[in-house]
């Protein structure tokens, strides 16, 4: 299984700043050189990226390969970008930009541009690459490359507005862009987790490698003083597809995402992947390999959340199989989807990494996707640093080349997803043997408890009890019943029921709880496989 969390680990004449409200030498100062200006638009990115897919692939290769292996992960450790030399150290804007250097596991150039609107007319310049621009051994191989090599990556760093005593814009990010299509962002508690990327392509296909396209390209328009946003354009490239974004990126409590997409295919594609998630899930609280680990639960996500276009509210608690799972949930003008990480309480993780604290990911459709699906890949891993959960949007119509993607969405990095239900959510999914206690347990039964909490279950008059709607694409449900949790929280109940699998096949559940004609719960997913 490929570890995706490699991605993340981890001369030119001065520029001509009126427009930005900045001194001519303000940038020069921090140390930035430019390269010539070049006419842009967001339009013209399209075409471009359009024109590129008409034609064969062909990756930049410019660079010694022999030098890039030499940076291995110590030696990228030790490359730091000086903050001194940050785009935007002192604006416009609150957060300044800085750089990822390349390496062994970053070796795709990537290019940087400054935008200026001076004179009515919006044009980029290239920020060149020096290894001047980062702190580095003397001894470190990267002082072979050569300028204007390019860079690995970016973040944004946080407000250089704020109190530094309580977060220095120096020492913290809320963004981050590295290797392949990938990013990720910070939620309002402060903790970096899973992660996102442009396209997911062929992902866990039986006859053919899962293809990694990059963003080789990305133009920074400058950020307005008052504003909490900014704006970045990419520039996608890769085997099969290509694609220009837009990205308008906030911070605030949290940090929200606006993503204008446009991708072209080259050739055909199996699985096309669009506004994809990227994840771990090792173990939690549902089934836990026993003597493997000395914590309860590892994960950076814990479910699958979506909203259909129907308006139906959906929980599907992850699995880390024993072999590769791939689910499909039919739908049409799917109102969002994500994969959020709800259990916030540190003892049940006991881990001073903060799984606790991982960022949970919502996408919002901002215009309508179609007839198509979400689909959740799930990958067996034996150990944490495996990104071994992906879900995104696959379109009903068979990806060829040729074709084109629009997808304008919003991206939230949240403790929470932004829309949540009225009815009572899923908080835990438990499984153990089946029967009773003291009396023997009878073979191939498993025994659920699927935990709801809060909505209309605080309500529940006295004496009464929901019933449960249990589905399942085979085997037999026995031992059905809903009681409250006895831990004194108003609205917490547990639905508890036997199971007997008809064979050793994965096998699909469907619950929900109602009183009398009222639904109670979102509904409840699981993909249960027979032990």
Same mark, same amino acid.
């Given at each position: 299984?490929?570890?995706?969390?490699?991605f993340?680990?981890?001369?030119?004449?001065?520029?001509?700043?009126?427009?930005?409200? +900045?001194?001519?030498s303000? &940038?020069?100062?921090?140390?930035?050189?430019?390269?010539?200006?070049? @006419?842009?638009?967001?339009?013209?990115?399209?075409?471009?990226?359009?024109?590129?897919?008409?034609?064969?692939?062909?990756?930049? !290769?410019?660079?010694?390969?022999?030098?890039?292996? %030499?940076?291995?992960?110590?030696?990228?450790?030790?490359?730091?970008?000086?903050?001194?030399?940050?785009?935007?150290?002192?604006?416009?804007?609150?957060?300044?930009?800085?750089?990822?250097?390349?390496?062994?596991?970053?070796?795709t150039?990537?290019?940087?541009y400054? +935008?200026? !609107?001076?004179?009515?007319?919006?044009?980029?310049?290239?920020?060149?690459?020096?290894?001047?621009?980062?702190?580095?051994?003397?001894?470190?191989?990267?002082?072979? &490359?050569?300028?204007?090599?390019?860079?690995?990556?970016?973040?944004?760093?946080?407000?250089?507005?704020?109190?530094?005593?309580?977060?220095?814009?120096?020492?913290?990010d809320?963004?981050?862009?590295?290797?392949?299509?990938?990013? %990720?962002?910070?939620?309002?508690l402060?903790?970096?987790?899973?992660?996102?990327?442009?396209?997911?392509?062929?992902?866990?296909?039986?006859?053919? =490698?899962?293809?990694? =396209?990059?963003?080789?390209h990305?133009y920074?328009?400058?950020?307005?003083?008052?504003?909490?946003s900014?704006?970045?354009?990419?520039?996608?490239?890769? =085997?099969?597809?290509?694609?220009?974004?837009k990205?308008?990126?906030?911070?605030?409590?949290?940090?929200?995402?606006?993503v204008? !997409?446009?991708?072209?295919?080259?050739?055909?594609?199996?699985?096309?992947?669009?506004?994809?998630?990227?994840?771990?899930? #090792?173990?939690?609280?549902?089934?836990?390999?026993?003597?493997? /680990?000395?914590? =309860?639960?590892?994960?950076?996500s814990?479910?699958?959340?979506?909203?259909?276009?129907?308006?139906?509210?959906?929980? %599907? @608690?992850?699995?880390?199989?024993a !072999?590769?799972?791939?689910?499909?949930?039919?739908?049409?003008?799917?109102?969002?989807?994500?994969?959020?990480?709800r259990?916030?309480?540190?003892?049940?993780?006991?881990?001073?990494?903060?799984?606790?604290?991982? @960022?949970?990911?919502?996408?919002?459709?901002? /215009?309508?996707?179609?007839?198509?699906?979400?689909?959740?890949?799930?990958?067996?891993?034996?150990?944490?640093?495996?990104?071994?959960?992906?879900?995104? #949007?696959?379109?009903?119509?068979?990806?060829?080349?040729?074709?084109?993607?629009?997808?304008?969405?919003?991206?939230? #990095?949240q403790?929470?997803? @932004?829309?949540?239900?009225?009815?009572?959510?899923c908080?835990?999914?438990?499984?153990? %043997?089946?029967?009773?206690?003291?009396?023997?347990?009878?073979?191939?039964?498993?025994?659920?408890?699927?935990?709801?909490?809060?909505?209309? +279950?605080?309500?529940m008059?006295?004496?009464?009890k929901?019933?449960?709607?249990?589905?399942?694409?085979?085997?037999?449900?026995?031992?059905?019943?809903?009681?409250?949790?006895?831990?004194?929280v108003?609205?917490?109940?547990?639905?508890?029921?036997?199971?007997?699998?008809?064979?050793?096949?994965?096998?699909?559940?469907?619950?929900?709880?109602?009183?009398? /004609?009222?639904?109670?719960?979102?509904? #409840? +997913?699981?993909q249960?496989?027979?032990?």
């Open positions: 299984m490929m570890n995706r969390r490699a993340m680990g981890a001369a030119g004449a001065t520029l001509g700043l009126s427009a930005l409200g +900045l001194p001519a303000s &940038l020069a100062d921090a140390g930035l050189k430019f390269g010539k200006a070049m @006419p842009f638009s967001f339009e013209a990115l399209q075409a471009h990226a359009q024109e590129l897919a008409g034609r064969p692939y062909t990756q930049e !290769s410019n660079l010694p390969k022999e030098v890039l292996e %030499r940076i291995d992960y110590d030696a990228h450790g030790k490359i730091i970008y000086d903050t001194d030399k940050a785009l935007f150290r002192d604006g416009p804007g609150q957060f300044p930009v800085t750089f990822f250097h390349l390496g062994r596991y970053f070796q150039p990537v290019h940087m400054l +935008l200026d !609107s001076d004179d009515g007319k919006t044009q980029a310049k290239e920020i060149i690459y020096d290894s001047s621009l980062f702190n580095m051994p003397k001894d470190s191989p990267a002082h072979e &490359l050569p300028k204007g090599a390019g860079f690995a990556g970016f973040r944004f760093q946080e407000s250089r507005k704020g109190d530094q005593d309580k977060l220095s814009w120096k020492k913290n809320w963004v981050a862009f590295l290797g392949a299509s990938y990013f %990720r962002a910070i939620g309002e402060y903790q970096y987790g899973l992660s996102a990327r442009a396209v997911a392509i062929d992902v866990a296909m039986y006859n053919k =490698p899962e293809e990694f =396209p990059s963003f080789t990305f920074f328009e400058p950020p307005k003083d008052d504003s909490d900014v704006t970045v354009y990419a520039l996608l490239n890769g =085997p099969s597809i290509t694609g220009a974004y990205f308008i990126m906030t911070r605030d409590k949290a940090v929200t995402m606006d204008d !997409s446009y991708v072209y295919l080259r050739k055909d594609i199996s699985r096309l992947g669009l506004a994809p998630l990227t994840s771990m899930y #090792w173990f939690s609280e549902t089934r836990k390999p026993e003597a493997i /680990d000395w914590r =309860p639960e590892v994960h950076d814990d479910g699958l959340a979506m909203l259909t276009g129907g308006g139906e509210h959906i929980w %599907r @608690p992850l699995n880390n199989p !072999s590769t799972s791939a689910s499909a949930f039919s739908d049409t003008n799917p109102k969002g989807f994500g994969l959020l990480q259990d916030r309480n540190f003892d049940h993780y006991q881990d001073g990494v903060n799984y606790d604290r991982r @960022p949970s990911l919502w996408i919002e459709p901002l /215009d309508g996707w179609g007839k198509g699906a979400v689909q959740l890949i799930e990958i067996p891993t034996d150990d944490e640093i495996h990104d071994n959960i992906v879900a995104f #949007w696959v379109p009903e119509k068979a990806a060829k080349a040729g074709d084109k993607h629009h997808l304008h969405y919003k991206m939230f #990095w403790a929470d997803e @932004p829309f949540p239900t009225s009815l009572a959510r908080v835990a999914t438990r499984i153990g %043997r089946g029967g009773q206690p003291g009396q023997p347990r009878p073979a191939g039964v498993r025994k659920f408890m699927v935990e709801f909490l809060g909505g209309p +279950l605080k309500d008059p006295f004496g009464e929901p019933e449960l709607e249990l589905w399942s694409s085979s085997g037999k449900f026995s031992y059905i019943f809903a009681e409250p949790v006895p831990d004194g108003p609205g917490h109940w547990r639905a508890q029921f036997d199971f007997t699998a008809a064979d050793q096949k994965p096998v699909d559940m469907r619950l929900y709880l109602k009183y009398k /004609d009222e639904t109670l719960t979102e509904t #409840w +997913l699981y249960f496989h027979p032990f």
